[in-house]
Nanobody, 118 residues
Framework: QVHLVESGGGLVQPGGPRRLSCAAS????????MSWYRQAPGKERELVAL????????SYADSVKGRFTISRDNAKNTVSLQMNSLKPEDSAVYYC???????????WGKGTLVTVSS
């Protein structure tokens, strides 16, 4: 079975940094795309950042550009999200997502809560 487990969430003061990690297990083929999504109470889940397996190119939501950085280590089967200059509006449950385009398969982690508040 494929499992994605996020870690690194918690309470962070505004302006502070936080690094999230996602550990993948049960994979036989690396996913085409690894992504981080987030969902705040009463809001729809939104894409924060993604990174492609081929070439390792990444993309970010406009709201986090210049502040967040996504990285991937295929050898260790991990994906990380470095978050800097955090704002209260960044507070949400952050989810790790893996997707394979061929066959349309995808898996979600259960999420890790990030709360930005003083």
């Amino acid at each position: 079975q494929v499992h994605l487990v996020e870690s690194g969430g918690g309470l962070v003061q505004p302006g502070g940094p936080r690094r999230l990690s996602c550990a993948a297990s049960g994979l036989t083929i690396n996913s085409d795309i690894m992504s981080w999504y987030r969902q705040a109470p009463g809001k729809e889940r939104e894409l924060v950042a993604l990174i492609r397996s081929v070439g390792g190119s990444s993309s970010y939501a406009d709201s986090v550009k210049g502040r967040f950085t996504i990285s991937r280590d295929n050898a260790k089967n991990t994906v990380s999200l470095q978050m800097n200059s955090l704002k209260p509006e960044d507070s949400a449950v952050y989810y790790c997502h893996a997707q394979w385009f061929y066959g349309g398969m995808d898996y979600w982690g259960k999420g890790t809560l990030v709360t930005v508040s003083s």
